[in-house]
Structures are given as structure tokens and as C-alpha cells.
């Protein structure tokens, strides 16, 4: 009999550790409109707000209405782009500038990736540890930033070099601007969690 109560007891503690995580689910889920208008005004923080909607809005209902979410999203998206962008110019034939934007676009790629996962470290918000993992995607975001720019900046001197260019540099730069403006939208969004709040 005692055995049947404590097993009872065992199925009434899961029962209501079910529940209350059911009521917490629902109470955390976003209506998709207003997932996409938190996304929306979120984006006009930032210094490419067209391209932050084009590629956050679409991950809203995942995001919902939390700025940490929100902001991991952005660093994914980065890193992607910028994995895509070092294999697109690893495949095109080029000199040394363009064999040194694949490496820095490779290199912006790791460090989002870095990035997005230490977010997943992060904990509570308000804890040394929220603090130093923030701190460590801010500065990770940022080299990936430079490594952006300084791409483009090589790109720039070869055409200012007087080098033989053709359509494929346009597609480069067009495709290593893309990953500027993703990480510095990412960074943006980084910048605005609040360590004691978020």
C-alpha cells in the first residue's frame, strides 16, 4: 500500500510538472503578427534596416518577442552568409585579394558561429556569466565585422591597382557587402541586450 502511494505520489509530481510546463509554453507563445512587429521595430535600430527585415521577419515566430532570440537569430543568418560568401569566392579563379577576402569571410563565418552558439550559454540574464558570455559575442561580432570591411577595403585597392575586372568582382563584393550588413545588423542587436534584463 505504501508502495502504491509514493507511485501515486511519483505520477501526481509529473503530472503537475506537465502541466505547469504546458501553461508556460503557452504563455510564452507570440502571436505571429505581433512576432513580426517586435522583429519590425527591432530593425530600426539598426544600421540596415531593410535587410535586418528581410532576413529576421521570416524567423519571427521562432524569435517571438525576445530580444536574446532575436539577436542570435541575426549572428546565424551572418555566419551563413558568410560561409556562402568565402565558398563563392573560393570558387572563382582570383589573385591575392581575393584569396584573402575567402580567408577573412571564413574567418567572419567561425566567429558569428562562435558567437551565435555562446548565446546559447548565456543563462540568466543578471549573472556574471550572462555578462561574460555578452561580452565575449560583442567582441567575436566585431572582429567578424572588421574581417568585413577589411575585405572589402582589399577589394578595393586591387580595383584601385588598375587590375583586370569583370563581372565576377561585382558578384564578390556584392556578396561580401551582404555579409557587412548582416553582421553589423547582428551587432546592433547584440549591443541593445541589457545584461540585467534580458
Not at 170 to 191: I, K
Request: aromatic share 4%.
Amino acid at each position: 500500500m505504501r508502495r502504491h502511494g509514493r507511485h501515486n505520489l511519483a505520477l501526481l509530481a509529473c503530472v503537475l510538472v506537465a502541466a505547469a510546463s504546458a501553461s508556460a509554453s503557452a504563455a510564452a507563445a507570440v502571436a505571429p503578427a505581433v512576432a513580426v512587429d517586435f522583429v519590425r521595430r527591432s530593425c530600426r535600430s539598426t544600421r540596415y534596416p531593410r535587410v535586418c527585415e528581410s532576413t529576421l521577419v521570416p524567423r519571427a515566430a521562432a524569435v517571438g518577442r525576445s530580444p536574446r532570440l532575436l539577436a542570435r537569430a541575426a549572428l546565424a543568418v551572418g555566419a551563413d552568409r558568410a560561409r556562402n560568401c568565402s565558398a563563392y569566392i573560393r570558387g572563382a579563379a582570383g589573385g591575392v585579394a581575393m584569396k584573402d577576402c575567402a580567408d577573412m569571410a571564413r574567418d567572419a563565418a567561425e566567429r558569428l558561429r562562435q558567437s551565435a552558439a555562446e548565446m546559447e550559454r548565456m543563462g540568466r540574464a543578471g549573472t556574471p556569466r550572462f555578462a561574460w558570455c555578452l561580452s565575449n559575442v560583442q567582441t567575436w561580432a566585431s572582429a567578424a565585422l572588421t574581417d568585413a570591411s577589411t575585405c572589402l577595403d582589399s577589394l578595393a585597392q586591387a580595383r584601385g591597382g588598375g587590375g583586370k575586372q569583370d563581372g565576377r568582382d561585382d558578384a564578390v563584393r556584392r556578396r561580401v557587402v551582404a555579409v557587412e550588413q548582416a553582421t553589423s545588423n547582428a551587432l546592433a542587436l547584440v549591443n541593445r541586450l541589457d545584461p540585467a534584463t534580458h
